[in-house]
């Protein structure tokens, strides 16, 4: 199947050994060529991992430039420790990408395994590796999109195309999370990229009401997570000016998507 893929991004998704199977993606990065707005809602259990933590004092904002991610390991639960490991990783992806963004630029993802300290030197490796690997090809997007995913049993992605006013925009959508998917998130996440242009007011606006319209009307068994995030990172590329029709079209669209 082929996705449409928004304008202006790069993926990778690599094995650096957190997860047993060498054939496990486990480290994944996403990149926009340019500043992007980021965008997200997390989860409302009191208890929150480190990255949600970093994600939280770093979004909204409109100078963005990356989402890295591991599975395997939720790094929740973790002390002082977790915190500087989940700072470390975004370091780790300015690094991979030879400086062509800022640490500051960058939100962190986990998921997996809580209470365990993350493996540092794999995941080190595993970034670096990502960062060479970067490609706006369809493959690398379903590799990043691997690179979610714990427990579930098939990879979860979706895009669409379609316009706004003269311009063809795209947007593209990867999750994860199964097993114990509860109301608000539960144990899930998701990275939504589009190169529609959107201010960080409006984007959390529009992403709040597609989740709680989609994501957070799903339950299992009624629990919350630690690490429930989704993001959106919108960077223009396509669409550098959306009206206030444009934007209830953008709207309708990432919340089918959802």
């Known amino acids: 199947m082929t996705h449409y893929l928004p304008q202006g991004f790069r993926y990778a998704g690599v094995h650096c050994g957190i997860k047993d199977r060498e054939d496990a993606k486990d480290v994944s990065l996403i990149v926009s060529d340019h500043p992007a707005t980021i965008v997200g809602?997390?989860?409302?259990?009191?208890?929150?991992?480190?990255?949600?933590?970093?994600?939280?004092?770093?979004?909204?904002?409109?100078?963005?430039?990356?989402?890295?991610?591991?599975?395997?390991?939720?790094?929740?639960?973790?002390?002082?420790?977790?915190?500087?490991?989940?700072?470390?990783?975004?370091?780790?992806?300015?690094?991979?990408?030879?400086?062509?963004?800022?640490?500051?630029?960058?939100?962190?993802?986990?998921?997996?395994?809580?209470?365990?300290?993350?493996?540092?030197?794999?995941?080190?490796?595993?970034?670096?590796?990502?960062?060479?690997?970067?490609?706006?090809?369809?493959?690398?997007?379903?590799?990043?999109?691997d690179g979610l995913l714990t427990t579930d049993v098939a990879r979860k992605v979706g895009s669409r195309s379609f316009q706004l006013g003269q311009q063809e925009v795209r947007l593209a959508g990867m999750a994860k999370g199964a097993g114990m998917i509860g109301p608000n998130m539960a144990t899930m996440l998701g990275c939504l990229m589009t190169d529609v242009a959107l201010e960080p007011d409006v984007a959390q606006q529009l992403l709040q009401a597609a989740v709680d319209r989609s994501f957070n009307r799903i339950s299992v068994e009624g629990h919350t997570s630690?690490?429930?995030?989704?993001?959106?990172?919108?960077?223009?590329?396509?669409?550098?000016?959306?009206?206030?029709?444009?934007?209830?079209?953008?709207?309708?669209?990432?919340?089918?998507?959802?």
């Open 41 to 145: 809602v997390y989860t409302q259990n009191a208890v929150v991992a480190a990255p949600v933590v970093v994600c939280r004092d770093r979004t909204p904002t409109d100078a963005g430039r990356a989402i890295v991610v591991n599975s395997g390991n939720a790094n929740a639960c973790t002390g002082q420790q977790g915190m500087q490991d989940a700072l470390t990783m975004c370091e780790l992806a300015s690094e991979a990408c030879q400086g062509e963004f800022t640490a500051d630029q960058t939100v962190v993802l986990s998921t997996g395994v809580i209470g365990q300290p993350l493996p540092m030197e794999h995941i080190r490796a595993g970034i670096l590796l990502a960062g060479h690997q970067l490609s706006d090809s369809q493959a690398e997007f379903l590799d990043a999109a």
């Open 226 to 258: 630690t690490n429930d995030t989704v993001l959106l990172i919108a960077n223009g590329c396509a669409a550098p000016a959306v009206s206030r029709q444009d934007r209830d079209v953008f709207a309708e669209q990432l919340e089918q998507l959802c």
